[in-house]
C-alpha cells in the first residue's frame, strides 16, 4: 500500500482538492495524509499567541474571520445540501471550542488544541467532499494511533499496534484518509510533529505499514537544487539518496520536515515528491540509490546561533569537551556545526530557547563569545567532499565572510556558515557557478 500526503497549497482551493481527489481516484488501496489548508495553522499560532498575550479581542476577531473564510470554501466546495450542512455544524463545532479557548489562561496544552484543529478540519471537509464525489473513503482519528514519546521521538511500536487497529474497522474502504501533523505525547495530551511535520507523519505511517513507497504531494515539483524562494534559475532534482535528502532536509530544504526521511531509510522505503498542480512531472524520487559524485544541491537554515567557548587550557585539560557537550545535552539543545582550534571552540544551535543558561553554565568554565543571525549553507551531494569542483567554493565565496566551515564530517555534506545578510548573495552566486556553468 502507498500513503500519499498532500500539503497545505493542495488542499487549499477547491481546484486543488479536486486535484487530489482526481489523484487519489484510481482504485489502489491507499493512505492518504492531508495537513491543514494553506494559512490556517499560521492563523492558529497567532490565535495562541494573541491568548497568550492577552488579547482575547484580537483572536475573537481573527476567530471570527477564518470561520467565515471556512463558510465560503464549504459553499463553493460542498454542494449537496446534507453534506454541506453537516460539514458546516462541525466546523461550527471547531470555531466555538476555539471562540472558548480566548477565555482560558494560555498554555502550551491550549496552544497544541488549538494549532490541532487545522488538521482536523481540512481532512473532515476533505473526506465529506470524496462522499459528495461517490467516492469512498474512511476517516481515520490521527489522535487514536499516532503519538510521540517523553523525547518527543515517534513511539513506533504504539503506531504501529494502534494504526492497525483503526485501519481494521474499517478493512473494505479502499482510501483511509487522516490528519497530518497532530499526535498525542506520552501524557496523553495533544501535541504535534513540529511545523511542518504532516511529512513526518506520512513517513512515520509508511514505515509502520511497511508501505511500498511514500509519496509528498506539494505545489512544486520536486526537491529543487537550491532555494527557489531566493534563488534564481534553480531546477528540481530527479533523484536522490536518503542520506542527500536528510541532509537537505535538516539543513533547510522547507520542501520537507527535517526528520522526513528517518523512519523510511532504514527500510528503504521509497519517498517520491510530487506536484498536485503538475502531476505528469517526475518530481524526485528519494531511494538508497547513489549517483554521480559532485554538488547536487544547496540548501539553507536561519536563526542559527554561533558560540565561540574559548579555553586558555582547552588541548591540555582532557574532560573539556566533555564538559561542554554535557552543558548542551542538560538543556536538550543540539549543535548542529562544530569547529577546533588550540584554544576555542565553536559551534552552532539553531534552538536558542535555553541560550542564556548554556552561557551561564559555559562562563564557568571559559570565556563565551556569541553571534546571532547566522545562517547554515549546506551542499549536498555523494561524496561531495571528494569531487573537483569544491575548491571552487572559496573563489565563489571570495566576497563573502565565512564565519565556520564544515568539511568532512560526512562525505556528503560541506557547511559554510555565514551571517544571515549575506545568506541570499552567497546562495545566488554558488548557483550560478556551480549549476549554470557560468565560468569563474
Ligand atoms: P506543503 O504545504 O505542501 O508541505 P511547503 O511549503 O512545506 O509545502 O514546501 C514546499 C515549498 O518549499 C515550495 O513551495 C518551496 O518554496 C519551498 N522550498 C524550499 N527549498 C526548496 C527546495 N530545495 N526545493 C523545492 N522547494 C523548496
Ligand atoms: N499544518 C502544519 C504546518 O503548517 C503541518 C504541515 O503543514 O505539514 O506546519
Ligand atoms: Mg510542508
New binding site residues.
Partial sequence: MKVL??????VGSIENMCNVKNIINNGNKKIVVL?AM?GTTNLLVAIANDIANKEPNEAIDKINKLHETYTVTIDKLLTSKVLNEEVKGYVSSVFDFLIACTYKAFSIGLENNIVAQGELLSTYMFNSYLQQEGISSVLLPALSFMRIDEDKEPNIPYIKENFEVAINTAKNSDIYITQGFICLDDNDEVSNLQR?G??YTATIIGAAIKAEEVQ?????D????????YVEN?N?ISNLSFDEAAE?AYF??????PQTVTPVRADNIPVR?KN?MNPDAHGTLISNITSENGIK?I?AKDNITAIKIKSARMLQAHGFLKKVFEIFETYRTSIDMITTSEVAVSLTIDDDRNLDKIIKELEKVATIEIDKNQSIICLVGHSVVNHQDTYKLFQILQDVKIRMISYGGSKNNISLLVDTKDKINSLQKLNDYLFELVTL
Avoid at 500526503?5 to 493542495?10: P, V
Avoid at 520536486?222 to 524562494?229: A, E, F, L, T, Y
Avoid at 533547510?252 to 520536515?257: N, S, Y
Fill in positions: 500526503k498532500f500539503g497545505g497549497t493542495s495537513s494553506s511542518g504532516s511529512d509528498i504531494w506539494t505545489d512544486i520536486g526537491m529543487h537544487n537550491n532555494d527557489p524562494r534553480t528540481p537537505l533547510g530544504a522547507k520542501i520537507l520536515h515528491l498536485t544541491a540548501a
